[in-house]
């Protein structure tokens, strides 16, 4: 049976973009780069995205394009032995991530109701703290929201690489720029917002230190959705015409953009109503709600923010399902329908001690973590960046003659391709392992 392939080359790189643009860039990235220099974070993160980030996003796109199959199936093919246990890696990451972020999308599904409901629109930082706490701790809610999460993705996913996954990336990701752009301007209308402003924009190099760099470095590659499978998947649907070097530039252009408009929408918003900013669930859940409920047309733009989050969501969570969908389809040689539904009902029953763990489950742990932190520990601090070390080593040492083939097009090698070889060799190896060991 043909491998699909990509309808346009716009759509590729939005679906790209897509897969990299998710909840961190929202609620994480303002608050680590604010607090880590400013703009002197800004620079060192577009560095590593430009050079050790593009170098890895071209690898894995090459070898998807070269091999024209499932994360697994790549490395089956282009090397054979023990390589293949790197592809399931990240077929293993794509799929736990997607059992807790599923929970997660769930939450701002919820959220775009009580928006509408006016529940959540009051600036008591302490009423919305019992809210969210109340909400996510409840044992059926969540679970209801993380099943309608997973049934959209579903759906898309049911739809295939262009009819599905391409169309809902050429409306959801103009879509949420619209939305960023017009909650920034209304963010940098606010008396007080300038402070927020140069708190993201001011560059501090006195912050800049070892810590400071493993954090751009674990930011830059989360961000891009490296060593996990997805970018080799999504690979393999593009045709052999294409310019990879130049479809990998707009990913990365565009993935950068919307991290810093990111910050430019939450800082000054949060800065002018004098709530300090932070990162993770409670920026998204807790401050922001009660920063809306001090603005005029504060529930329109409530409704608009948490719709925002959805989209991020779903264009991840869409990544994420496919490169497990096209695991069992060409593994198994089952149908799309049947692998999606049965891949999504696995996500779905998963889900559920991740969302219960938070709950009625909170005194299950292990090492001290609960289920929803455990597989974020697994995933994020120990499988990917194994799985990203592994890529790197097989790119740079194992298969470059096929890269070199895919990137050059038959002419000569060019300086910049030389380079990337260099960068999966030697410095993506070491600077990915010091995250591992920083992590550890």
Not at 56 to 70: F, K, T, W, Y
Not at 260 to 284: C, E, K, Q, R, W
Not at 358 to 363: A, K, Q, T
Request: with cysteine.
């Amino acid at each position: 049976m043909a491998r699909s392939q990509w309808g346009s080359r716009l759509g590729f790189i939005l679906a790209a973009t897509g897969s990299a643009i998710g909840l961190g860039a929202i609620w994480k990235f303002p608050y680590v780069a604010a607090t880590n220099g400013g703009g002197a974070f800004l620079l060192i993160y577009f560095l590593i995205c430009l050079s050790v980030g593009l170098a890895l996003m071209l690898g894995e796109m090459a070898l998807g394009r070269a091999a024209g199959n499932s994360a697994v199936g790549t490395f089956r093919d282009l090397r054979g032995g023990r390589w293949p246990l790197v592809g399931f890696v990240g077929v293993l990451v794509c799929f736990l991530v997607y059992s807790f972020y599923s929970v997660v999308g769930g939450w701002t599904i919820a959220y775009i109701g009580k928006s509408f409901g006016g529940e959540i629109l009051t600036s008591d930082a302490k009423v919305l703290g019992d809210i969210f706490n109340g909400f996510i701790t409840d044992p059926a809610l969540p679970l209801l929201y993380h099943g309608l999460f997973a049934g959209l993705t579903l759906a898309v996913v049911i739809g295939g690489v262009q009819k599905g996954i391409e169309n809902l990336s050429k409306f959801l990701m103009p879509a949420l720029f619209v939305l960023m752009l017009v909650l920034i301007a209304r963010a940098l209308t606010l008396p007080g917002a300038m402070e927020g402003l140069l708190y993201f924009l001011t560059p501090d190099f006195s912050k800049v230190s070892g810590s400071m760099l493993v954090d751009a470095m674990g930011l830059a590659f989360f961000s891009l959705s490296l060593g996990m499978g997805i970018m080799i998947t999504y690979g393999s649907y593009v045709d052999k015409e294409a310019n990879l070097l130049s479809s990998s530039l707009w990913v990365i252009a565009l993935t950068v953009l919307t991290c810093f408009l990111a910050g430019l929408m939450v800082l000054p918003a949060v800065f002018a109503f004098g709530f300090d900013p932070s990162a993770g669930p409670g920026l998204t859940f807790i401050t922001m709600p009660a920063v809306f409920a001090q603005m005029v047309g504060g529930q329109l733009f409530a409704v608009l923010f948490f719709f925002l989050l959805l989209v991020a969501a779903l264009t991840s969570s869409v990544s994420l399902l496919e490169v497990v969908v096209s695991f069992v389809i060409d593994e198994f040689k089952v149908g799309r329908k049947a692998a999606a539904l049965g891949v999504s009902l696995l996500v779905f029953l998963l889900g559920i001690p991740a969302s219960l763990s938070l709950g009625i489950w909170s005194e299950y742990t292990v090492f001290g973590l609960g289920f929803f932190d455990l597989l974020d520990f697994l995933t994020s601090k120990l499988l990917m960046p194994v799985g990203e070390v592994l890529l790197a080593i097989f790119v740079g040492w194992k298969v470059w003659p096929v890269i070199e083939a895919e990137l050059s097009a038959g002419a000569r090698v060019p300086a910049w391709l030389r380079a990337m070889r260099g960068f999966c060799r030697y410095v993506a190896p070491a600077l990915i392992a010091g995250i591992l060991v920083h992590n550890l």
